[in-house]
């Protein structure tokens, strides 16, 4: 896509290269300029195993990951570190956050679950769909966990089919995971992990969880369901079935002459409402040769 795009065949492209974003965004600032999208990547524990059944242990795993490192030097197109499951910029709502990195607490946390420094804990897999920025991403926090923690982790990626049907058979300890909102609300992010919501794939089921996810859905007045909405995110942080890494930005690179394109939080652009402008085409490719 990117030769494409360079090479004049192309005038709107979705995705580029992550070991080339630096200096296209220096070199092409008005035409590469990821924005945040209303999306997260994260990683699912599966609830319904040890040693992943014991909120200690998630914890733990979580409190070891750093973030900004990942997203610095893996990731690479500006991603925001991420501590919540619904990403920040929807209108009157504050996401509920998970506990910063704090390497002290997570071997405390460690030690009470009975695998102190590490000893003894059951080896274990990353599993992740076939990718390499996925790869890099597993690969980074495999060894976080070994330096950190003493946990000697593996890794399994999988064709995106098999994975799919990998993770709702629950055949995983931790997997990757990702979310783009349906609609700009936190609900297209929290019903996801209701305890009859397909989409969990965790096995992790909490009453009051399901409690407050369905008086908000009846809940009128918009402040009050924040509330609601906001107290479910707080259980869902604290018991961590799912361990957010970053928040998507855009990655699409698209000519001043396209018109109709408009950057939004959910990253679609309808072709309907697209088109070319040939005169400013013919104008930007005659200065580019010069």
Known sequence: MLNMYLTGKADWITDVPTSV?????????????PTPMLGTYFYRFNTTKPPMNDERIRRALTLAVDRKAIVETVARMGQV????????GLKGYQPAECEPEDIAKAKQLLAEAGYPDGRGFPAFDILYNTQEA???????????????LGIDVGLRNQEWGVFL???????????????????????TFLEMFMSDNENNQTGWKNDEYDKLMNAATSELDSAKRATLLRDAETILMRELPVLPIYYYVSRDMVRPYVRGFHKNVRDEHPLWAISIDQDEKRRFLASEER
């Open 165 to 187: 049907d990998t993770v709702r058979l629950k055949d995983y300890q931790a997997a990757r995971g990702s979310w783009i909102g349906d609609y700009a609300d936190p609900n």
């Open 81 to 88: 570190p991420a501590r919540s499951l619904v990403p920040p």
């Open 21 to 33: 974003a630096k200096q296209l965004m220096e070199k092409f600032p008005k035409e590469f300029e």
């Open 134 to 148: 996925h790869k890099n991403i597993a690969e980074m926090i495999q060894d976080g966990w070994k330096r950190k």
